[in-house]
């Protein structure tokens, strides 16, 4: 087995692949540190790897834009994502990208051993119950899209700024504020600044 390791994080990279030698014996693992490099060492190899493991927050391409560039290069390898988030957004948007599984970087040893298992025997990993409260949130709250003006309302909202300030900040009036928090309010059913933006952050819609 060769599994190609994708973080920047050295001493989780480091950790990894000797959890995977000494765990999933006998294998052979490759260390990159960004998108780029792997996309590098995936066009000078022979043989693709069995499993690609990879950081979804990576410098410069994010591992989610490093999974759509990896199926344009027809990379047939399987891939698992390894994050200190544990966002169900983001579980759930590396899924939608491609990726076989999706495990937080605080999962004991054991657990990340049996999710790459699982992956490897062609099936798919989240922890346990994070696929139904996933599938859930969607039902819950479909096709929701917001305007460029309410991202960046929420943007600033989220930085403790109130109506006043945001709406110096953005050259707009503060009733014009309240009336895009109305309307944000109404699409994710909730009463209040706080209860708003969990539920933004929970769907990975809060721009960084």
């Not at 190609?4 to 994080?9: A, G, P, R, S, T």
């Not at 990340?112 to 969607?138: C, F, H, M, R």
Request: hydrophobic share 40%; glycine share 6%.
């Amino acid at each position: 087995m060769h599994y190609l390791i994708v973080d920047d994080h050295l001493l989780f990279a480091g950790g990894l692949a000797g959890l995977l030698e000494q765990s999933l014996a006998p294998c052979e693992t490759t260390q990159v540190r960004t998108a780029e490099e792997a996309e590098q060492v995936l066009n000078e190899m022979d043989d693709q790897p069995d499993l690609i493991l990879m950081d979804l927050n990576l410098p410069g391409i994010s591992g989610l834009t490093l999974i759509r560039r990896l199926q344009q290069m027809c990379i047939l390898s399987p891939v698992m994502m390894i994050s200190a988030s544990d966002s169900l957004a983001d579980a759930g948007k590396a899924l939608d990208h491609g990726a076989l599984g999706y495990l937080p970087k605080s999962s004991p040893p054991e657990v990340l051993v049996k999710a790459i298992q699982d992956v490897l025997n062609g099936g798919t990993y989240l922890p346990e119950g994070w696929l139904e409260l996933i599938e859930s949130q969607k039902q819950e709250l479909p096709d929701i899209r917001l305007t460029p003006r309410q991202q960046e309302i929420l943007h600033l909202l989220a930085q403790g700024m109130s109506n006043k300030v945001i709406a110096s900040e953005l050259d707009i009036s503060e009733n014009t504020i309240k009336g895009h928090l109305r309307d944000v309010f109404r699409l994710f059913r909730v009463t209040n600044r706080t209860a708003c933006l969990n539920a933004v952050r929970r769907l990975g819609l809060l721009p960084e």
